[in-house]
């Protein structure tokens, strides 16, 4: 969670849920969930940047969606 709510790095927090998102397990995708409720806007379009990247990325992530 410290990762994902990093307020000296933005690239953590956006690298962080990235590669959350491509593990794509119900745990990962809780993770980023309750991230996004402490976040604040700026950690929030973060995250949402890292979980996109993973999405649009080489292939997708299918797996995020059944999570």
């Known amino acids: 969670m410290g990762l994902l709510l990093d307020v000296e790095?933005?690239?953590?927090?956006?690298r962080t849920a990235e590669g959350l998102?491509?593990?794509?397990?119900?745990?990962?995708?809780r993770l980023i969930?309750?991230?996004v409720?402490?976040?604040d806007g700026n950690q929030?379009?973060?995250l949402q940047?890292?979980?996109?990247?993973a999405l649009v990325g080489s292939?997708?992530?299918p797996?995020?969606?059944a999570a």
Request: net charge negative; glycine share 12%; proline share 0%.
């Open 59 to 61: 292939g997708g992530v």
């Open 37 to 39: 409720v402490e976040a």
């Open 44 to 46: 929030a379009d973060w």
């Open 63 to 65: 797996t995020v969606a």
């Open 49 to 53: 940047t890292g979980v996109h990247d």
């Open 21 to 29: 998102a491509r593990v794509g397990t119900v745990a990962a995708v």
């Open 33 to 35: 969930a309750l991230a």
């Open 9 to 14: 790095d933005t690239a953590v927090t956006r």
